[in-house]
C-alpha cells in the first residue's frame, strides 16, 4: 500500500493546495451546454460531438511546410475525390451548393466539371462536417455529415490565396 507522508513544516503548502483544490471544484462549471457527463443516443453510444467541423488540406500547397508533407505523405487524394465524384454519379451522395445549400442536380455537378478552370487535381481542401461518438464496443467512430471540397485558388502573379469552396457533398441515408 502506497502511503503519503506530510512534512509538518509544510503545512502552509498543503492548506494552498487545499484551497486550491477547493476553489477548482465549486467555480468550474461547463459554459454553453458542454458538459463532462455522457450522454448517450438511442443506440447507447456516446457522443463525442453531435457536429463537429474541420477543414483538411488534401494537397501541399508551400513545398517547405515538412509538417503538412509529413501528414499528408500517405494520402491518396486522387482515390478521395474520385471516389467522392463516383459515388455521388453512382446516387450514394446529394450535391449542394455552398454556401447557400441549394439542391444540385446530375447536370449542375457535370457542367462545374467541363468548365475549363476546373479540374479534379485542383480540389486540394476537404471540409468534414461529422458526428463523433463512441460505439459499444469502445471504438471511437467518426459518421460523415458532408463533405465540402475547396479548389485553391491563386492572383494574377501565381500567389496561393486560398480556397474556394466548390460543393458540398452528403451521404443519403
Excluded at 37 to 52: L, Q, V
Excluded at 73 to 82: A, C, M, P, S, T
Excluded at 145 to 159: A, F, P, R
Aim: include cysteine.
Amino acid at each position: 500500500m502506497n502511503r503519503i507522508y506530510f512534512n509538518i513544516k509544510n503545512i502552509g503548502a498543503i492548506h494552498v493546495f487545499a484551497l486550491c483544490a477547493l476553489l477548482n471544484l465549486f467555480s468550474c462549471k461547463p459554459q454553453n451546454g458542454n458538459s463532462s457527463k455522457p450522454i448517450f443516443d438511442n443506440a447507447e453510444n456516446i457522443i463525442i460531438a453531435d457536429t463537429i467541423t474541420y477543414n483538411f488540406d488534401l494537397k501541399v500547397i508551400d513545398s517547405t511546410d515538412y509538417w503538412q508533407i509529413e501528414s499528408l505523405k500517405n494520402l491518396k487524394r486522387d482515390l478521395l475525390v474520385n471516389y467522392l465524384f463516383t459515388e455521388f454519379y453512382k446516387g450514394a451522395f446529394a450535391a449542394y451548393s455552398f454556401p447557400d445549400n441549394e439542391t444540385m442536380t446530375f447536370e449542375d455537378v457535370k457542367h462545374i466539371e467541363k468548365e475549363d478552370s476546373f479540374s479534379r487535381d485542383k480540389i486540394s481542401m476537404i471540409q468534414f462536417k461529422e458526428r463523433w461518438f463512441i460505439n459499444k464496443q469502445g471504438a471511437l467512430v467518426k459518421e460523415p455529415i458532408s463533405y465540402t471540397l475547396g479548389i485553391e485558388t491563386y492572383s494574377k502573379q501565381n500567389t496561393f490565396l486560398g480556397y474556394k469552396p466548390l460543393l458540398t457533398l452528403k451521404p443519403k441515408i
